[in-house]
C-alpha cells in the first residue's frame, strides 16, 4: 500500500492529533472591527453635555445666584456703615456732654390774665389769656435759638380755649428771658356740664387749666448750630378766679424735647 505523504510545514492529521479549530468570537461580546477600539471610562468620570433648554435655565440660575451674592454685600455694607456711623455720633455726644455739660432749660409759667369767660350766658365763648412765661437757659456755654412755627395752647381738660404763638429771639448762655404772649380763641362752645364745672371751680378758688407749648430750637454749642429740635413743655396750672386779676395757685411744668 502506498503511503500518504504530508507536506513538511502541515501537520499530519489523523484521529490522534484533529487538526486545530479556528479561533471563534463569543456570540455575547462582538469582535471588533479592523481600526476600532473600545474604551472603558468610569461612570464618575464621564461629564455630560445638558441639552439646550437646560443649558439656558442653568444659566438663568447662575445669573439669580450672582445678583444674590451681590445683594447681601450691598447689605453688608449699609450695615458697617450705620454701625460706624451710630459709633461716631455716639463719641461726638459723649464728648460734647463731657466738655460743655449741657443742662436742661427750664420753664415756668409767671402770670396769666384771663378774659372773656361769661358762665352765665349759653352764648359761645371768646377767652383770652395773657401768660408770662419765664425760661432759664442755664448753660455755660451753650446757647439757644427760638425759631418761628411756635405754637401755645391753653386746654380746660379736653377742651382747647385759645392758642398763640411765641416771638422768636436768641438766648444767650446763662441768661432768664420773660416773654408775654396773647392767646386767643373765639366761637368756643362748652357743654353745660363743663360751665358747671367752670362755674363750682371758680367758687371754690380753684380752676385748673393746662398750657402746652411746642417751640422749634437750634441749639448754639460753641461756634456751632444744630438742626431744629422742639421743645415741648407741659404746664398744670391753677388759678383762682377767671378774671384778669387772677392769680396763679399752682403750677407744675414738664419739659421734653424731641430731636427729630
Known amino acids: 500500500m502506498a503511503e500518504r505523504v504530508h507536506s513538511a510545514d502541515s501537520p499530519p492529521t489523523s484521529a ?3 487538526a486545530p479549530k479556528a479561533a471563534t ?6 469582535a471588533p472591527q479592523p481600526g476600532t477600539y473600545v474604551i472603558q471610562i468610569p461612570k464618575d468620570q464621564i461629564y455630560r453635555v445638558p441639552p439646550p433648554e437646560n443649558a439656558l435655565r442653568y444659566e438663568h440660575l ?3 445666584k450672582d445678583r444674590r451674592s451681590s445683594c447681601r454685600g450691598c447689605c453688608r455694607c449699609l450695615l458697617i456703615t450705620v454701625i460706624v456711623l451710630l459709633l461716631a455720633a455716639a463719641i461726638a455726644a459723649a464728648v460734647i456732654y463731657f466738655v460743655f455739660k449741657p443742662e ?3 420753664y415756668s409759667v409767671e402770670k396769666v390774665a384771663i378774659k372773656g369767660f361769661n358762665l352765665t350766658s349759653s352764648s359761645p365763648l371768646s377767652p ?14 451753650i446757647g439757644i435759638y427760638y425759631e418761628k412755627g411756635s405754637s401755645v395752647g391753653v386746654y380746660y381738660e379736653d377742651n382747647k380755649l385759645c392758642n398763640g404763638a411765641l416771638p422768636s429771639f436768641y438766648q444767650p448762655t446763662n441768661n432768664v428771658t420773660v416773654l408775654e404772649t ?15 364745672a367752670l362755674s363750682d371751680q371758680q367758687n371754690k378758688g380753684a380752676v385748673p387749666f ?18 431744629k429740635i422742639t421743645v415741648k413743655v407741659t404746664c398744670k396750672i391753677t388759678v383762682d378766679r377767671l378774671t384778669a386779676a ?12 424731641d430731636l427729630w
Open 16 to 18: 490522534e492529533h484533529p
Open 25 to 30: 468570537s463569543s456570540p455575547d461580546k462582538p
Open 62 to 64: 447662575s445669573k439669580r
Open 104 to 106: 436742661s432749660p427750664n
Open 128 to 141: 383770652e389769656f395773657d401768660v408770662t412765661v419765664r425760661a432759664h437757659n442755664p448753660n455755660d456755654k
Open 182 to 196: 396773647a392767646l386767643k380763641g373765639s366761637a368756643i362752645e362748652l357743654t353745660n356740664s363743663a360751665l358747671r
Open 210 to 227: 393746662s398750657l402746652k407749648l411746642r417751640a422749634p430750637v437750634k441749639i448754639k454749642v460753641g461756634s456751632v448750630k444744630t438742626w
Open 246 to 257: 387772677s392769680r396763679i395757685v399752682s403750677k407744675d411744668c414738664d419739659y421734653g424735647v
